[in-house]
């Protein structure tokens, strides 16, 4: 009965905590649309600050608190509104999880940057430690007052919002934000209220970790995934609901630790070591169910977004694919091994990012488990791909295709942040369970291997007879990979299959009612995306030569999401600017300018919170840069005769590494307002669009804007959705 | 407005031009509300009367022309300093909020200066059927009961401009006469009224003056009485 006691008190107890935590979620997504995946971190962020006022430099509990809870966090909070969030007005969701995501990245490289991670840190819980008895057991003053807060948030969350003018206003924005404002309400200032109280509670979460819990940037931040699950048992409303929700997590955390003893009495099969670390991922996987049994959500109708990704030319592919894999085979020619490796990084890593290129960019799929995909794909590698066999990366492919496909069930019914949630939830238990067991049998006869508590050896690949184990070789070959795969996107994207994509994610709605399969076209492109991923992670295990669990965490897959819808989530351009961009911030600039190396612990964040003002990503921008360079002959023969020089100089030893990169540099820029100065001498090459597409020929999304409606596209149009031709006007006409 | 009445101008607009993205929608809209009166704003499915409103509302940004309210330039002010100013507008078949009740509903009002006091003590007077349901949320009000509520809610704080979009729609005939008269009544209390219609013969029985809108342009104002055969051809394309 004690045992029992004492579980229930420290369920409760990290209830209580949860449901604070989860509140403040729930607020500011419901008043301003956004979902706030940095909302651990603010937490985390509030924890800090308070140990910096309490621990180091010795204040009293109460004036900290005050400071942190009613002062900085609250004016965070409207920082984050005004500066930030207020720009995402329709953005698309995988936008605004970007931002969001990206705030998380910052505010865990800030923290790291002011407080050192390698230093411990004394915390200590409130009341130092003393409580009382309650029935034979002991309950700290702390876990009390942590219950008691959690109820008086509950009592004042429900004040403010049914009692107070400015909460009856957060609600009515929610309702209808242009009504909110004809009526006179500031719903500016309501959402500044929201953020202001939402971080608040974050901070106040964060805050009452203290004492149970190391003072450590990463596991605070991410502990907020256990009250995302919370916050859906609510369907990110209901409060009262949230509340439940952070009831039944923190028990069922706590009941976990007792009754596995007792069960495992009864039952043999609780003994097992498979079950170890299960406790950890009992909240993800109560929120994949809950994910799961939400019922049926309308389907999506016409969304306007503000970003716009131009159909690919076949010619300007090729080019692209040219440029890379020659600027790979010299430039590798040029640097040493370490350089070499982080060269093939790029491409791995690349190629990872292309997974997410048909199924965000083009489908509107949102999954942040990509990189969780690239570890089923390195695993498999390791174990199938023995002695660089091809057929590996063959197994690769297929088995995280057949795992994306079943991942792509619960995905059916769940669009926007509710996918990236369940997404979300898969890699995060993967990474905290799957990926830590030992090897096991399924059925009795299917061995499964993962990474065997440790880390795994990957060969790499001997295709063809060529052995690629040379660091140079890995770089070609990544290159080659990577390009075909992109090649192999291109051609995705101008397909019938592609266009069946674009028109799943502007409106499934009407892709339904044209009688469109959407079940069939959205598993298809899971298992597509995920089969690119795992190809990626086969390869990426191939340049590390040993891979292990870490490697592949949630956690560090969410830069290459970020950075690929920072580059442009609809182009395979993004796809390499994730992959390069990743490569120069973790490794190759803090070799080059270790100085930096604080700084770029915050730079993906910085990157991607830019991104709310430019929804189209950065390599758009960069390709309108160059727009004049690319529609001037002149200009193009300059950049290749230039560069050829510098090849040539770079080859013969003339020159070093870093003088050949800085007149790369200076050519390419050159080269535009070159390129502005004979613009008007080549109008014939400035006419052709490149997203037009060869000749004349009208890319069918265009039709019916820049020329009426024909018969034949109306054909065209059911043909490509897949929809069998409808004899309906034939039958009316005749 | 060419025959210029000899009230005061409450509203005018002034060549106003608006776009959706790329695509304009009004083409240079002329038109001019007198205090005390209704002008009714008729014309057919997607001639730019409800954008015409969102513009004056401040909810739709003109791309050009001329706001005047009261005589003072407007153009370019926001919804809720409008709002705060003594504009309201009723929006088409959504003027409440679904998720609060109706005594919330009217709470929102006071964001006007009100005070809630005053604003539930004018609705209910008007509407005494609210009172019985102040606490109920305005989602699972009936279609009419509904509408007076975002009537009560914008007259409660005693608007010197009203607009009205689309009153009628989806109500019984018996109630729409009702709400109308109500219309009547408060234009004759001094309030500079513009009511959007589709349908157009109930609100011609109020209405001081009509326009008619076809095409993104005003085509025709005057007496309702006169523009009875404009109406026609204003729907029918003859």
Known sequence: MSTFLTFLITGLTTAAIYAVGASGLVLTYTTTGVFNFAHGAVGMFGAFLYWQLRFDWGWPAPIALAIVLLVMAPLFGVFLEVAIMRNLEGTSEAVRLVVSISLLAALVGAANWIWDPTQNRFTASFFEGKGFDFFGTRVTWHEAATVLIAIAVAIGLRFVLYNLRAGVAMRATVDDRPLAALNGARSDRSAMLAWAIGCSLAALSGILFLGTLALDAGTLSLLIVNAYAAAMIGRLRSLPMTFLGALIIGLAEAFWQIYRNDLSQHFHVFTSTYLDTFASAIAVIILFVVLWLLPNPRLRGHSRVREFFPTPSLRGSLVFVGIVIAGAAFISAWTTQSHQIDLANVFALGIIALSLVPLTGFAGQV?????????????????LGGGGDPLGLLWAALICAGIGALVAIPALRLSGIYLALATAAFAVMLDRWIFNLPNFRVFGWFNVKLFEQGSVAVTRLKVFGLDTSSPRAQVVLGAVAFSLIALFVVALRRSRFGRRLLAMKDSEAACATLG???????????????????????????????????MFSFINGLPIFMLAVVGGIGAIGGAFF???SLALLTTILPDVVPSLSHLLLITPGLIGISLGRNPSGAVSQIREGFAPMRQSKVALGFLAASLTAIVVLRSTNTIANWPTFFAALVVLVASVPIGEMFAHKAPAEVAEEPGAGAGAEIPLEWVGITRPFTDEDVRQMDAALGISEVEMYGAARS | MTDAPVQDI???LRDIRAAYEQIEVLHGVNLSVPAASVVALLGPNGAGKSTTLRVIAGLHAPT?????????????????????????LIPEGKGVFPNLTVRENLRMA?????????????????FPRLKERRKQTAGTLSGGEQQMLAMARGLAVDPALLLLDELSMGLAPIIVEELYEIVAQVARDGVAILVVEQFARTVLGVADYAAIMVGGRIVNVGAPSELEDELSAAYLGA
Do not use: P
């Open chain 1, 578 to 580: 994730a992959g390069i």
């Open chain 1, 516 to 550: 469109m399969n959407l079940v069939g076209t959205k598993v298809a492109v899971f298992a597509l995306s995920a089969a690119i991923a795992g190809v990626g992670g086969a390869l990426y295990g191939g340049v590390q030569q040993s891979v292990n669990a870490q």
């Open chain 2, 10 to 12: 409450l509203l005018e």
């Open chain 2, 110 to 126: 006071t964001y006007t200066g009100a005070s809630l006091h005053h604003v539930e003590e004018t609705a209910y007077a008007r």
């Open chain 1, 367 to 383: 999954s942040l488990a990509s990189l969780s995909f690239a570890g089923i794909g390195a695993v498999t590698m390791a174990h």
């Open chain 2, 64 to 88: 050009s022309g001329t706001l005047v309210i009261a005589g003072r330039r407007v153009s370019g002010a926001r919804a809720d300093d409008l709002a705060r100013a003594g504009m309201c």
